[in-house]
């Protein structure tokens, strides 16, 4: 009798594993979409474009290769990014907007890992992004920031 109690509690263990597993990821489903012309000290002025669909959960980041950022974004379900509040994450190549690349001479390709926050400050929406060095060296690149001007 034991045994079968054991079992019985061995499913509904395996059953609550599961549906916590199968359990759907919920998201916002507003849409939006901003365009701004990014310059400063990140890499050349161009534009940027973040949208995203209805029903859709993840957003599309668009020119960020071209401006040197990161192209991964991450934000609330608040659909106003002209308000700041949001980020953009990700590796870029060493090199890239002002950063420097490693003076190991590995020669191994290296990857700056790049965060960026988007802020409004006294009207002026800004990205100020914090590099990384993922190569053998561990060094810090500079700093650097973006101003975001709506198209």
Known sequence: ???LEALGV???LA???WSLVATPRTCSTTAFDFTWTAEGGCGPTGPLRIFRETNVCEATVEGAQALHLPAHYTGTDNVDLNSGGWS???GIEAGDGGATASSSG???DERIFRE???TRVDGVLR???EDT???PDGGTPPRCSAILTPL
């Open 1 to 3: 009798m034991k045994r």
């Open 10 to 12: 061995l499913g509904l």
């Open 15 to 17: 059953l609550t594993g």
């Open 88 to 90: 953009l994450t990700g």
């Open 106 to 108: 590995s020669g191994l």
């Open 116 to 118: 960026c926050a988007a």
């Open 127 to 129: 990205l100020d992004c």
């Open 133 to 135: 060095l993922n190569g």
